[in-house]
């Protein structure tokens, strides 16, 4: 993710702390104001179970959780701001001791400055995941069958150190504010129209955990106007833009208010596991 031409970094401490129920982290300010807002997308943890070699699977602990974007990014904890790391190395395989971001390296929480600019990081995911799905049909056709990639976009809240760009923001802390669940990305196998209810299932255990692990506002991707939008976009629309049709939205509708009307109490504690 680039976050274009880079202005003097400043350090803002927020009036409010966004982690909800977390103490406030020790700065020393340039400004003092409001979080900086920005847009990014995460990759979701959507396994219910944990597979092991020689081993029963177990729960996912990272069922419901926001992912790393890419190798060098980190998993959002639940209730704690994320705290941003420099993983750049130097000649000697060590890991550079700076405070991150850095104006001289490329380290920090990366956000964009407009939603509809999630469309550059979610291409290239996919694209990654369609390329390698390929690959893997190609050499072996029984191992390509389809797959489907869960996605959350969301506004974060950033603070502490900022380094800001013509586009986005790196920062050295960050918090979701809130979240939309995307439909999953289907790549591979035959009829991408239909929404099975296992889906419908799947997608509202999902918000639930995701709701109650980072206590935060969570809707689906076809509640927002603009998100909405930005799923229909030319590019993105190849692996989306189906979901969002009548009949897919209707589907994922019904679905969360049979879900809600029934009684899931027992199946949501099971999912939060350990959570408070």
């Known amino acids: ?37 920005g847009f990014r997308m995460w ?3 959507s396994s219910r179970l944990r597979h092991r070699r020689y081993a029963p699977p177990v729960p996912n602990p990272d069922f419901g959780s926001l ?15 994320l705290v941003t790391r420099c993983a750049a190395r130097d000649a000697n395989g060590t890991f550079f001791e700076h405070e991150s971001p850095d ?8 956000a964009v400055k407009r939603l509809d600019w999630v469309e550059e990081p979610l291409l290239l995911l996919l694209a990654d995941r369609l390329r390698d799905h390929a690959g893997c049909a190609r050499r072996r056709p029984a191992s390509g069958r ?6 959350v976009v969301g506004r974060v809240s950033l603070w502490g150190k900022i380094v800001e760009g013509t586009w986005g923001y790196r920062a050295q802390y960050a918090y979701p504010e809130q979240l939309w669940l995307l439909p999953p990305a289907r790549i591979g196998g035959g009829d991408k129209s239909a929404i099975e209810e296992a889906t419908a299932v799947h997608a509202h255990d999902l918000l639930v955990v995701l ?8 809707g689906y991707a076809d ?14 629309g190849w692996f989306f833009s189906w979901r969002l049709a009548a009949s897919g939205a209707e589907a994922f509708l019904v679905g969360e208010s049979l879900l809600l009307a029934a009684d899931r109490a027992s199946a949501v504690r099971s999912l939060v596991g350990g959570l408070a």
């Open 211 to 218: 709701r109650h692990r980072y206590r935060v506002p969570v």
């Open 67 to 81: 992912l790393p974007f890419c190798d060098i990014d980190q998993i959002w904890q639940a209730r704690q701001r």
């Open 103 to 110: 104006p001289a390296c490329r380290c920090g929480i990366y």
């Open 223 to 236: 509640q927002d106007t603009e998100v909405s939008k930005l799923l229909g976009l030319d590019e993105l």
């Open 43 to 45: 990759r979701l943890g």
């Open 146 to 151: 389809p797959e489907e990639n869960w996605l």
């Open 1 to 37: 993710m680039d976050i274009g031409q880079e202005e003097r970094p400043y350090v803002l401490e927020p009036v409010v702390e966004p982690v909800p129920g977390a103490v406030p982290a020790p700065v020393e300010p340039d400004r003092v104001g409001e979080p900086i807002r």
